[in-house]
């Protein structure tokens, strides 16, 4: 059985940006009335978000669409004139492919031709894009989360703005503010985000797991004596794969679940004195305690274990929302075959990444 707990130095990489709230059927809050708090690495607090999602939704869709042409998503272009776009990713699941073929049928009905490098990883895809940027010949757009990296590549001159007046004004109609504010610098809108991913889910086989996946994933202890359960079948509790983002999702899960506070102080107020609170040390023991409950299938993807509880052989896996396209992909629906559960339903908290493309220095 492989290794899939690591130093927790690991853990503090790609900090995810947001909290709000949940509904109970694994989809974000739509009432006007919730209010959905996002906060960032200063701990700044964001009004509503406005917007209904699905506009939000819609604005992405055609958004990127007219980002991929330099003059406006309405137009078709001739075979002479058709632009051709790179496209660096890792969008390779089935589940995630099937998204980006939203935006990239949308580009080519239009007249334009698209070039699609897909990685494998999010690591091996950052790797090649910043030796590309670095060497001068980076793809056209790549794949990124938003954050503090984007602003540094625009800082150092690697990437471009969007300029286009008319898509600028849109965005800024339309993106909930915490969203915009992530791709923003110095007013310049400086990526194009493609989504809003909520990643502090636990995902689980109704098989395997016969409790309510909302008690599970607030009462630890009766997660942990499931875990028991499962183990005398030869079946892990966890499927986590051994890379080192999948084990943070579950660290900074666990960590959410048990105490905002102990979590903002870690994250984003990177305050050493965390290491002498009490919830902060129950949540390593906690970590350590499902440690024994665990197992890397595969190839250690992510995408491999959620098939593994498909496949009932693991009860449950830690992973972002896009954990349940790759379910529907295998043919599951929600509440019959699997279900979801947000940690900590007492007092629930929603982590937001937000994936984006950056544009490459290009000359066409």
């Not at 390779?92 to 990685?119: P, W």
């Not at 984003?268 to 390593?284: E, S, W, Y």
């Not at 509880?309 to 529907?328: H, L, S």
């Given at each position: 059985?492989?290794?899939?707990?690591?130093?927790?130095?690991?853990l503090?990489?790609?900090?995810?940006?947001?909290?709000?709230?949940?509904?109970?059927?694994?989809?974000?809050?739509?009432s006007?009335?919730?209010?959905?708090?996002?906060?960032?690495?200063l701990g700044?607090?964001?009004?509503d978000?406005?917007?209904?999602?699905?506009s939000?939704?819609?604005?992405?869709?055609?958004?990127?669409?007219?980002?991929?042409?330099?003059?406006?998503?309405?137009?078709?272009?001739?075979?002479e004139?058709?632009?051709?776009?790179?496209?660096m990713?890792?969008w390779?699941?089935?589940?995630?492919?099937?998204?980006?073929?939203?935006?990239?049928?949308?580009?080519e009905?239009?007249?334009?031709?698209?070039?699609?490098?897909?990685?494998?990883?999010?690591?091996?895809?950052?790797?090649e894009?910043?030796?590309?940027?670095?060497?001068?010949?980076?793809?056209?757009?790549?794949?990124?989360?938003?954050?503090?990296?984007?602003?540094?590549?625009y800082?150092?001159?690697l990437?471009?703005?969007?300029?286009?007046?008319v898509?600028?004004?849109?965005?800024?109609?339309?993106?909930?503010?915490?969203?915009?504010?992530?791709?923003?610098?110095?007013?310049?809108?400086?990526?194009?985000?493609?989504n809003?991913?909520?990643?502090?889910?636990?995902?689980y086989?109704?098989?395997?797991?016969?409790h309510?996946?909302s008690?599970?994933?607030?009462?630890w202890?009766?997660?942990?004596?499931?875990?028991?359960?499962?183990?005398?079948?030869?079946t892990?509790?966890?499927?986590v794969?051994?890379?080192?983002?999948?084990?943070?999702?579950?660290?900074?899960?666990?960590?959410?679940?048990?105490?905002?506070?102990?979590?903002?102080?870690?994250?984003l107020?990177?305050?050493?004195?965390?290491?002498d609170d009490?919830?902060?040390?129950?949540?390593?023991?906690?970590?350590?305690?499902?440690a024994?409950?665990?197992?890397?299938?595969g190839?250690?993807?992510?995408?491999?274990?959620?098939?593994?509880?498909?496949?009932?052989?693991?009860?449950a896996?830690?992973?972002?929302?896009?954990?349940?396209?790759?379910?529907?992909?295998?043919?599951?629906?929600?509440?019959?075959e699997?279900g979801?559960?947000?940690?900590?339903?007492?007092?629930?908290?929603?982590?937001?990444?937000?994936?984006?493309?950056i544009?490459?220095k290009?000359?066409?």
């Amino acid at each position: 059985m492989k290794s899939i707990f690591p130093a927790l130095n690991m853990l503090l990489a790609n900090k995810p940006l947001c909290f709000g709230e949940l509904s109970d059927n694994c989809e974000p809050v739509k009432s006007e009335k919730k209010r959905i708090c996002a906060e960032r690495a200063l701990g700044m607090a964001y009004p509503d978000w406005g917007p209904s999602l699905n506009s939000v939704k819609t604005t992405f869709r055609v958004a990127l669409t007219a980002l991929l042409f330099s003059s406006g998503a309405g137009v078709v272009y001739s075979a002479e004139e058709k632009p051709q776009v790179e496209i660096m990713h890792w969008w390779s699941s089935d589940g995630e492919s099937a998204a980006l073929d939203v935006f990239i049928d949308r580009f080519e009905a239009l007249g334009g031709h698209t070039f699609d490098s897909a990685k494998d990883s999010q690591s091996a895809n950052r790797e090649e894009a910043i030796e590309r940027m670095s060497k001068g010949y980076p793809p056209t757009l790549t794949q990124w989360n938003a954050g503090f990296d984007v602003v540094e590549f625009y800082e150092f001159g690697l990437i471009d703005a969007i300029t286009d007046t008319v898509l600028v004004e849109k965005l800024k109609r339309t993106l909930p503010a915490a969203v915009l504010d992530s791709v923003t610098h110095n007013g310049n809108i400086i990526a194009m985000p493609i989504n809003i991913h909520s990643e502090n889910w636990m995902w689980y086989s109704k098989d395997l797991i016969p409790h309510s996946g909302s008690l599970l994933a607030e009462d630890w202890d009766t997660l942990l004596a499931l875990g028991k359960t499962l183990q005398q079948k030869n079946t892990p509790l966890l499927a986590v794969g051994d890379q080192s983002w999948q084990v943070r999702i579950l660290f900074t899960s666990l960590l959410l679940g048990q105490s905002r506070e102990a979590y903002r102080n870690f994250y984003l107020n990177i305050n050493d004195a965390v290491a002498d609170d009490q919830v902060f040390k129950n949540t390593l023991v906690l970590f350590n305690q499902i440690a024994k409950f665990s197992r890397s299938f595969g190839d250690g993807n992510w995408n491999t274990q959620v098939k593994a509880v498909a496949e009932g052989k693991a009860g449950a896996t830690f992973m972002g929302d896009w954990a349940k396209g790759e379910f529907q992909v295998l043919g599951q629906t929600p509440d019959k075959e699997f279900g979801c559960a947000l940690t900590g339903r007492k007092d629930p908290g929603l982590l937001l990444v937000i994936d984006a493309f950056i544009l490459g220095k290009v000359n066409d």
